[in-house]
């Protein structure tokens, strides 16, 4: 699929942010004073940062709101009523904390689940989809997650607890691709079934469906050469979590961790791009695109 700038953004800032926030739900770091505002104003910040930046990509930005009625069918809507029940639960929880420094344990843990809550719908987006055989599947979820919650400890601090998140989650990231790269092929779908034609005999491309393009070959035909994807696979594995994990294993802890939550989001970025450009929608076998 197209890999749009708004939807990198969204499922990148928007997992941190919910990562974050989950820790301070938690009561991490224990830190007070205006180091604590920082930290909520950071987590804010990414979360709704990320959410903002998902309307750009919606063909009228004006009926967002429209989303909100459809919780019944659409991951889209559950994560939207998510988001807001996060935000207020964590605004409550922040303003009591940092106004009168009064920690509330359970409201804490009920804003740190609904963060989690809130990252497993976003996922649930993409994993619903039958048309990407690569995205349906519970690793999606789970790698959503995983992300989520190593991100999230770098971002709070927790050293000993990133440096054992971050390496496990490199591996499931390792796994989700090796996986995924057979997962179309496994799926059944091919060309003659795309077109429905396989009745006929052996299908083949001859010429495109029409000589213009259109909303499907621009959004859901996108090909990544695979000596390039190997590329930036391993520039990806490098940054977000090979580099941050030497980096927090290294003394001058304060400017080495900076150095490591910037090279992670570098590579979570990567990341991002790398989920929507490999994931081979089906509708690609009509065109001769896979």
Known sequence: MHPAGSLILFT????????????????????????????????????????????????????????????????LSREGWLACATFAVMGL???LWVLFGLRVPPLGWLGAALCLATIYCTSMIYAQL??????????????????????????AGQVWLAIVLIPATGLLQFYTWKTGDLRLAESGT??????GLGHMGTVRSFEPPHTGGSYLTREMV?????????????????????????????????????????????????????????????????????
């Open 130 to 155: 039958k048309t990407v055989p690569r995205w349906h599947h519970w690793t999606t979820p789970a790698l959503f997650l995983a992300l989520a919650i190593s991100g999230g400890a770098l971002l």
């Open 93 to 95: 929880y922040a303003a």
């Open 12 to 75: 990148a800032l928007s997992g941190l942010g919910f990562g974050l926030l989950a820790f301070l739900g938690l009561g991490l770091p224990r830190i007070e004073g205006w180091v604590l505002v920082l930290y909520f104003v950071i987590a804010f910040g990414l979360a709704g940062a990320g959410l903002v930046a998902s309307t750009f990509h919606l063909g009228h930005p004006e009926r967002a709101l429209m989303a909100f009625t459809q919780w019944r069918t659409s991951w």
């Open 222 to 290: 996108f090909v990544v050469a695979r000596k390039h994807a190997l590329k930036l696979r391993s520039i990806a594995l490098a940054l977000a979590f090979l580099a941050p994990l030497l980096l927090l294993l290294l003394p001058f802890f304060h400017v080495m961790a900076v150095l490591a939550v910037a090279s992670h989001v570098a590579g979570l970025l990567l990341l991002r791009w790398l989920f929507f450009a490999e994931a081979e929608h089906v509708v690609g076998l009509y065109y001769g695109r896979r």
């Open 190 to 195: 091919d060309m003659a079934s795309a077109t």
